[in-house]
């Protein structure tokens, strides 16, 4: 049965650095989403994208974050200058279309910044 | 706003046993979907169950049922017959059928299965 899958599992970062988080969607699917949550915390959802673009976005999206389809199976997020509260599980999802499909995750990738 | 409340951190019950998990929820919307997803430890989020609001009868899923109260906006887990491998964690979710779909989670319920 197709997966969504995310690399890396874990990622350490320093404070201030750049990290691309990548998922690859299940490949007929056609709706992207990041959702993160902090340890102990629910979670969140980050931002939506379809057609190449962002369709949704979250406050907690703000410039420091960016998304990205590069090639047609890979999507990522973008994390531009880290920060300690960034850390978290980040969880991409997927979805074919149609309102009544729903949502298929990925394992998550855990962030930590120090 | 839309909030999804799990008011049970964590929960305990004894394989074969059954167990319920709560969750309660706030909207203004009329026509949503509710959701349970369950976590296994280092596993990815799969959906366990779902109901459409405007549906009066409660969904099942072989050992999985809920018990939907719209009036009262609660939307509460049943697992019959415990399995260990019921143990993770479990995450009420809504959403509602427009745009992006985004769904909004509870915080959650770790369950744990004792032999």
């Known amino acids: 049965e197709p997966e969504v899958t995310q690399t890396p599992s874990h990622q350490v970062t320093q404070m201030g650095q750049e990290v691309i988080l990548r998922c690859v969607p299940i490949?007929?699917?056609?709706?992207f989403y990041w959702y993160r949550q902090i340890l102990g915390q629910k979670v969140e959802f980050l931002v939506s994208f379809y057609n190449n673009e962002i369709s949704e976005k979250s406050e907690i999206f703000d410039d420091q974050f960016s998304v990205e389809r590069p090639d047609g199976s890979n999507f990522t997020l973008k994390i531009r200058s880290t920060k300690l509260e960034d850390s978290a599980m980040y969880f991409c999802a997927s979805k074919r279309g149609g309102s009544y499909n729903e949502q298929f995750f990925g394992p998550g990738t855990r962030l930590t910044v120090l | 706003a839309q909030t999804v409340t799990q008011s049970q951190p964590e929960m305990s019950v004894q394989e074969a046993e059954t167990v319920t998990l709560s969750c309660t929820y706030d909207?203004?919307?009329?026509?949503?979907?509710l959701f349970w997803y369950k976590q296994p430890p280092s596993r990815q989020m799969i959906l366990v169950i779902r109901q459409e609001a405007y549906k009066q009868q409660n969904a099942t899923e072989n050992r999985f049922s809920v018990n939907f109260q719209k009036a009262a906006k609660s939307f509460s887990l049943k697992i019959s017959d415990s399995q260990l491998g019921d143990a993770a964690m479990y995450f009420c979710?809504?959403?509602?059928?427009?745009?992006?779909?985004?769904?909004?989670f509870g915080t959650g319920t770790r369950l744990q299965v004792f032999p």
């Open positions: 979710a809504y959403r509602i059928p427009l745009g992006t779909d985004k769904l909004i």
């Open positions: 909207t203004s919307e009329s026509d949503y979907y």
């Open positions: 490949s007929n699917h056609l709706y």
